[in-house]
């Protein structure tokens, strides 16, 4: 039986979603994956639960798939009367999709869809590690490597923590200081370019997982690069302000912790694109350097 999984959200989203394709694989089905962004190739880079992915740059591109597949399956978070509409052009016999549903954890959520045909299941992420020396510029040995992901992409600005603030944290830590910086985020590197005592590694995705794959310790805002650090295993701490821990947060209680403050206000966002009406940001605005810093003590 041939699924087709169609994934348009970012990175953090499709390594949320690379449990249900182990899943699919793992109950005898043949998968293939459509993405609309060729970086998120990375993400599933030799995956052997994949067998074809395709990276599409517009809607008549689904033509192809047309009468292909048993199932399409639409990575959570996406309105359903669009996969029916998608369905149109791929003519699968049956198509799979949810709304994000409030307080449950979009990985969860993604092997929901699949459990009622799928007798196996595992919820341990997968990422493409790429096996090269590019970590080695980058990377100390014999001390403690810390890594922060500052941004959020450029269409999610709302999701950073003050960017003084986390240079104020890195400053409490004796530590190789790692700071990671997207392609778009070039607000963020005209900030740190001239600080003293921090690496700033803005390098391709590939290569960034690479890194990631040899620190120690992962701190950042909710973002595509925390999800990378808790696929490969490492210590993470993720400071969240108005999106929701219980949706895209913590899987690995052992390795992967949620920095955030109690306000009635906060979660106040959802992936159903509602505008932001939040003025005052209280969510990350009352959140103190010393908070953060106590939180991560406590843990480490």
């Known amino acids: 039986m041939k699924i087709l999984v169609f994934h348009s959200w970012g990175i953090g989203d499709l390594v949320m979603a690379t449990p249900m ?14 993405l609309t962004n060729s970086i998120n190739r990375s993400i599933v880079k030799e995956a052997k639960f994949v067998k074809n992915i395709f990276v599409i740059n517009k809607i008549t591109d689904f033509l192809r798939f047309y009468k292909k597949y048993d199932y399409f399956i639409v990575t ?21 999709s949810t709304f994000q549903k409030k307080g449950i954890h979009r990985l969860e959520l993604n092997l929901n869809m ?26 100390v040995q014999n001390r403690k490597n810390i890594g922060f992901a500052v941004g959020s992409g450029y269409k999610q600005k709302f999701k950073r923590w003050d960017i003084e603030k986390f240079i104020e944290l890195m400053g409490k830590f004796d530590a190789n200081i790692l700071v ?3 392609p778009d985020e070039d607000d963020l590197y005209d900030r740190l370019k001239d600080a003293k005592s921090i690496k700033i590694v803005k390098e391709s995705l590939e290569d960034s997982i690479n890194v ?13 690069l925390m999800h990378i650090g808790k696929a490969v295993g490492i210590k993470t701490f993720t400071i969240f302000g ?3 821990e219980k949706e895209v947060g913590s899987y690995d209680r052992d390795r992967n ?28 605005n009352n959140m103190s350097v010393k908070y953060v810093y106590q939180q991560i003590e406590r843990v480490l």
């Open 76 to 96: 959570a978070g996406t309105n359903p009367l669009k996969a029916k509409l998608l369905n149109l052009m791929i003519g699968a016999k049956h198509v799979i």
């Open 180 to 182: 990671f910086i997207g």
């Open 242 to 244: 108005m999106t929701d």
């Open 21 to 34: 394709l182990k899943t699919l694989a793992l109950n005898g089905y043949e998968v293939d994956l459509v």
């Open 257 to 284: 912790f949620d920095i955030y403050i109690d306000i009635d206000c906060r979660p106040c966002f959802h992936t159903k694109y509602k505008p932001i009406k939040c003025q005052d940001f209280k969510c990350f």
């Open 114 to 139: 699949v459990k009622p045909f799928c007798k196996e299941i595992t919820k341990q992420p997968y990422i493409y590690i790429p096996k090269s020396d590019s970590f080695q510029p980058y990377i």
């Open 212 to 224: 990631i794959s040899k620190l120690d310790l992962l701190i950042g805002n909710d973002n595509g």
